[in-house]
């Protein structure tokens, strides 16, 4: 069964530094997200892209992330430079175009990132 | 969008029902879903509900929905071992189709 796959599973790096994280949706999927969960809160929603470029962007998403889908299979999202607070686990999520919400969202695995 | 509570934590004996449960104050939710997590693993769709439903059922899995109370709750029979997870319920943004999530209810099943 096809799915969605992220990597690295782990990332620990220190504050002000840069980090992409890595996902790969499903193939024949258009819409893609990146949701985070901060320990013990939440999952949020960051961020949606489809047709290249940003569709809809939550209050967490600022001018420190980015997204891209470089290369027609990968989709990142880039930390420009890392706080203490962007300590947390990035899940990556994609949907194959379609109407109806009852399109289902597939997410991954998850990259549990550190910022030290 | 808007909040969406869970419990935090459930413990039930195999073999027992268990239910989860939900509340949510946006009143235009449309569709609203439960995700399941297991250890290491992402976020896996269950069951959606859509707004004009009262309840769903899927084989071991009853969702029912009290739209004047913004209650959802999900009822899974003969819970067994593998079931312990952690369940999220969700609805949708505001603004489209980005999903709202709770806190997530941590189902342990003792033998």
């Known amino acids: 069964e096809p799915e969605v796959t992220q990597t690295p599973s782990h990332q620990v790096t220190q504050m002000g530094q840069e980090v992409i994280l890595r996902c790969v949706p499903i193939?024949?999927?258009?819409?893609f997200y990146w949701y985070r969960q901060i320990l013990g809160q939440k999952v949020e929603f960051l961020v949606s892209?489809?047709?290249?470029?940003?569709?809809?962007k939550s209050e967490i998403f600022d001018d420190q992330f980015s997204v891209e889908r470089p290369d027609g299979s990968n989709f990142t999202l880039k930390i420009r430079s890392t706080k203490l607070e962007d300590s947390a686990m990035y899940f990556c999520?994609?949907?194959?175009?379609?109407?109806?919400?009852?399109?289902?969202?597939?997410f991954g695995p998850g990259t549990r990132l550190l910022v030290l | 969008g808007e909040d969406v509570e869970q419990s935090l934590f459930l413990s039930v004996r195999e073999g027992d029902s268990s239910v989860i449960n939900c509340t949510y104050t946006d009143s235009s939710s449309t569709y609203l879903y439960w995700y399941k997590q297991e250890p290491g693993a992402g976020l896996q769709l269950l069951t959606y509900i859509f707004s004009n439903m009262d309840m769903k059922q899927d084989q071991r899995l009853t969702v029912l929905l009290n739209k004047k109370d913004k209650h959802l709750s999900l009822r899974i029979a003969d819970t067994q071992t593998g079931d312990s997870a952690i369940y999220f319920c969700a609805d949708h943004s505001n603004s489209g189709y980005a999903l709202n999530f709770g806190k997530g209810t941590s189902l342990l099943v003792t033998p």
């Open positions: 193939s024949n999927h258009l819409y």
């Open positions: 892209f489809y047709n290249n470029e940003i569709s809809e």
């Open positions: 999520a994609s949907r194959r175009e379609a109407g109806g919400f009852e399109e289902t969202q597939y």
